[in-house]
C-alpha cells in the first residue's frame, strides 16, 4: 500500500543542488528574521492608512487570556520587512494566475479595482436610526442619500460572470460571519437579491414619508450612460469613493429632491490637482501595476468662504487642504480629512443654511451646495458627541438636513447610533 | 503557534533549530521539551498544564504496570484507571456541550452547556498515550522511567496538535540516541518547506475558493460539486501538508515519524482511501479498537458489530457535531458494502470507473464532513442534484473554476503519484538532464518561497483545519 512512500529511500542522498537550495532558503530566512529587528519600526502605515499593531506588553493575565500571543502576532506581521512590497508580490503573482478577483476586490476590464459588495448586517439598525432621527427634527426637512459604489454603477467594467452581475449575490457567509445567528447576512424581506439597488430601494421604503429620498443611484446611472465614451469617471480606478464628478452627479439628484436648479459644472474652475493619487482600494493590493488616479477640484468663482473646523478651532478660506496632495491619503484634500463639525459660511450667498450628517463621500459633494446656502454644518457622527439632532433644532435657520452615505461602508460607522 | 504563521517560521523555528543542534546530545531532549511546551502555551497558555497532567497519569500508569503489575487483575486496575481518566478528560472538554445538547433535546430541559473551549490538539495527544498505555499493560514496550523524556515525546512540536499521530515504540530509540545526518537535515528541510508551500499556496488559496463558492447562493449544480472537490482537495493539501512540515521538522533532528498520507485521493476503492488517508488514525483505530474487539475473525454480525463501533468512534473523534457521526457513519457503510455487496465486482470495473466512484463517493462525504450546521447543509445540498432553483449548469463555474485555475489544475496534479513516477524518469536519466531538472526544482522552491511569505504577510492568520479535532 505504500509502495510510493518506500520509494524515498532510494532517493535519499542529496547532492549539491539541494543541499543548495536548501541553504539558500535558510538563508533567506534568516535574513528576514534579522531584517525584522534591525528595521525602524513605524507607528503609523501611510500606506495602508491604519496606525500600526504596538510592542505588545508582557504581563501574566495578557499571557494568560492569549492577549500578549495576539499581539506579538499583529506586531510581527505589520512590522515585517518589506511588508508592502510582498503585499505587491503576491498580488502581482494572482494576477498573473488569472485571478480576476483579489482580497474581494475585482480587477475590472478597463483596469480599475472596485471592491465587491457583500449586504451587510447592521443595514436594519442603520435604518432605524435614520428614522429616530428624522422624527427628533423640529423643522428642519430630512434629506437621505444612500451612494451605490462603483460595483453598482460600473457593472460593464466588472469581470465576466462575476458574482456581483448575478441577480442572487453573495451573502454574508461563514467566513464574513460576525455574530450573525442565521448566518444569512441581511436579507431584504427574504427576498433573494442581495444587489445594492434592491438594498437601497429597502432603506427607502422603510424610511418613506418621514424622508426625503435622493436618487443617487438614478443619477449616477445617467452619467454613466451619457459619459460612457469620456474619460471623465464617475468613481476613482484605485479608491472606494466616487469622484468629483460622480459627486456632481450626486448634487444634481439632491437639487432635484428639494426642488433646486442645479449650477452647472461649466460654471466652476475645475482643476487636475493630481495625477499620482493610490486610494485605499489600491492600498488592499498595493501592486504598483495598477497605476494611479487623478483629483479634480472644482472652485466657483464667485464663492467668499471661511471654513471653521470646531475641533482644531483652525479657520481657512478654502474647502480643500493641498497639503494632502504630498501624503497617500489624497482623498482627504477634500475637506481636510476626518473632524466631528465643520461650518462653512459663504458670504456671497445672503442667506440659508443646511446640516449635512455625512461620511467621507459628502466630502466632495458639499463644495457644490455651497452656491445654494449661506452656512452648511458638516457633522461626521463618529466624532460628535453633542447630539446632532439638538443642534440642528437650536439652529432654526438651517431648512434642509441631509443624510449622506455610501453603501459599501455604511455599517461601518458605528455612530450613526449617536445622530439623535 | 501554527507552522505557516511569522511568529514561527522567523523567530521560533530559527532559535530552535540554532540552539537544538548548538547544544551536546544530553541537553537536546530538554531544548526540545521546553520549546515544545513553549509552542504549546503559545496557543494554550492554561491547557498546557492539562496535557502535562494527561501525559503524567501515563507515565505514571507505566511505571505502576512495570512495578507493581504482578498479578492480571492488578494490571487491569492500573490500565482501566489510565484510560478512564484520559479518556475522561477528553470526553469532558471535547464533547460535554455537544452531550448537554443532546441531553436537552432528548428531555426538553434547558441545562446550561459548560462552554467549554477546546484544548488544540486534545484528540491527537490523548491517542498518543492511550496507545502508550495498552502498549505497556501488552508489553509490547518498556515503560519510560522519567516523567520528563515521556512529556517529551507526548508534547514534541512538530507532531503535538495535529499529528501524525505518532506511538512511544516508533520514537523510543530515537528519544535515548539519535543523530541528524547531512542527509536528513536537507531532505527534512525540504519536506518542510514543501509541507509549507502546500498549505500556504494551495490549501489556503483552494480555501478562499471553497469559501467564495460556500456563500453564494447562487450557484449551479456544477459549481456545487466543484465547491466540494474544492474542499477535499483544501482538506487533503491542509492536512498532510501538516504532516510533511511534521516529518520534515522531526527529520531535521533525528526523529523517524510514519507517513501519514499516500495519494488518498487516487484510491481505487473506499477500502484503499482508507489505507492512504490519515494512515497514523485508521492503524491507531484498527489496532486499539477493532483488532481487539475481534476484527473480522469472529463471523459476519460481530464482524459488521466491530465496524459499525470503528466507524462511529472515527466520527465521533473528528468533532462533537452529528454531522462527523453521519460521516464516520457514512464511510463504515461504503466499506461494509465493498467487503460483502460490491467490492469483487468494483475490481472488474475499469480502472478509471473505479476511481471516478472512490473520487465522488469521498467527494460527497466530505460535504458531509464540511457542514457542522445542518442548516447550512440543508441548503447547500440541494444545489448538488440541481434543486430548490439551482440551475444545473451556469456561467459561475467559469468564474470560479477560473479564477482560480492554475491553482486547481496544480492541485490535482499534485493528488496523483505524478511526481514520484517524474521523478523516477529524470534519476533514471542522464546526469545533465538531472541536475537542470533538480535545478529548476530549486529555483522552484525559493521562488515558492517567496510567494508563501508575502502570502503570510497578507494575511496573518490561517490555522490549520485539522486544529479543531
Known sequence: MTEDINKNREYDDVCFIQRLTVFLACGMMLFFSFAFFAGEKKTFSENENRVLAGTPEFDLPSVRNGQFMKQTEAYISDHFPFRDGFLGIITEGERLSGRKEIEGVYLAKDGSLIESYVAQENTGKVITQFFRFSENLENAKCYLMIVP???????????????????????????????????????????????????????????????????????????????????????????????????????????????????????????????????????????????????????????????????????????????????????SYFLNNIHPLVTITNEAVPDGAAAVVKDSYANSLIPFLAVHYHTIYVFDTRYYKGGVSSFINEHPEIGEVLILYNLGTMDNDTGIGGIY | MVFSSLPFLFFFLPAFLILYHLVPFRAKNPVLLVFSLLFYAWGEPVYVFLMMFSAFVDYLDGVLLERFGNTILKRRIFLCSALFINLSLLAFFKYA?????????????????????????????TFQTVSYSVDVYKKRIPAERHYLKYLTYVSMFPQLIAGPIVRFSTVQEDLNSRRTSGNDLVNGSRRFLTGLMRKVLIANQIGALWDSIRADAGISMVTAWLGLLCFTLQLYFDFSAYSDMAIGLGRIMGFHFPE??????????ITDFWHRWHISLSTWFRDYVYIPLGGNRE????????????????????????????????????????????????????????????????????????????????????????LAGHPLIGTDVLWYAG???????????????????VREKVYGSGRAFRNSVLLFEGALMLFGLILTVASLVRDTYNPFLYFRF
Not at chain 2, 260 to 267: C, Q, R
Open chain 1, 149 to 331: 459604489t462603483a460595483v453598482t454603477i460600473c457593472r460593464d467594467r466588472l469581470p465576466d460572470y462575476c458574482p456581483d452581475l448575478k441577480a442572487r449575490g453573495r451573502h454574508a457567509g461563514p467566513a464574513a460571519d460576525h455574530g450573525d445567528p442565521d448566518g444569512q447576512g441581511f436579507d431584504p424581506e427574504g427576498q433573494e437579491s442581495y444587489g445594492q439597488e434592491s438594498v437601497i430601494n429597502e432603506i427607502y421604503e422603510g424610511v418613506s414619508g418621514r424622508i426625503v429620498t435622493v436618487d443617487a443611484l438614478g443619477a449616477l446611472k445617467e452619467y454613466a450612460g451619457a459619459d460612457a465614451d469620456t474619460e471623465d469617471r464617475l468613481y476613482y480606478r484605485l479608491d472606494h469613493h466616487w469622484t468629483t464628478r460622480g459627486a456632481y452627479a450626486g448634487y444634481t439628484a439632491f437639487c432635484r429632491a428639494a426642488g433646486m436648479a442645479p449650477s452647472e459644472l461649466t460654471d466652476y474652475e475645475v482643476k487636475t490637482v493630481s495625477d499620482d493619487f493610490r486610494g485605499t482600494v489600491y492600498s488592499k493590493l498595493n501592486d504598483p501595476h495598477f497605476g494611479y488616479d487623478r483629483i479634480v477640484s472644482c472652485e466657483h468663482p464667485d464663492w467668499k468662504l471661511k471654513v471653521e473646523y470646531a475641533d482644531s478651532g483652525e479657520v481657512t478660506d478654502t474647502m480643500y487642504a493641498p497639503e494632502y496632495l504630498e501624503k497617500k491619503d489624497q482623498y
Open chain 2, 403 to 421: 479564477n482560480y485555475l492554475p491553482v486547481l489544475a496544480v492541485a490535482v496534479i499534485l493528488s496523483f503519484p505524478v511526481y514520484p513516477r
Open chain 2, 260 to 269: 501519514n498520507f499516500n495519494y488518498p485521493l487516487s484510491a481505487a476503492s
Open chain 2, 97 to 125: 456541550d455537544f452531550a448537554v445538547g443532546i441531553f436537552n433535546g432528548l428531555t426538553g430541559l434547558h441545562i446550561g452547556a459548560p462552554g467549554i473551549a477546546l484544548p488544540i490538539g486534545i484528540s491527537f495527544y
Open chain 2, 299 to 386: 463471523g459476519k454480525a460481530k464482524h459488521l458489530r466491530n465496524m459499525f463501533i470503528v466507524w462511529f468512534l472515527t466520527g465521533l473523534w473528528h468533532g462533537a457535531s452529528f454531522n462527523f457521526i453521519i460521516w464516520g457513519l457514512y464511510h463504515g457503510v461504503l466499506l461494509a458494502l465493498e467487503k460483502y455487496v460490491w467490492g469483487r465486482g468494483l475490481k472488474r470495473l475499469p480502472a478509471f470507473l473505479q476511481h471516478l466512484y472512490t473520487l465522488a463517493a469521498v467527494v460527497f462525504g466530505f460535504g458531509i464532513f464540511t457542514f457542522d450546521d445542518m442548516g447550512e447543509m440543508g441548503r447547500y445540498f440541494p444545489a448538488l442534484i440541481g
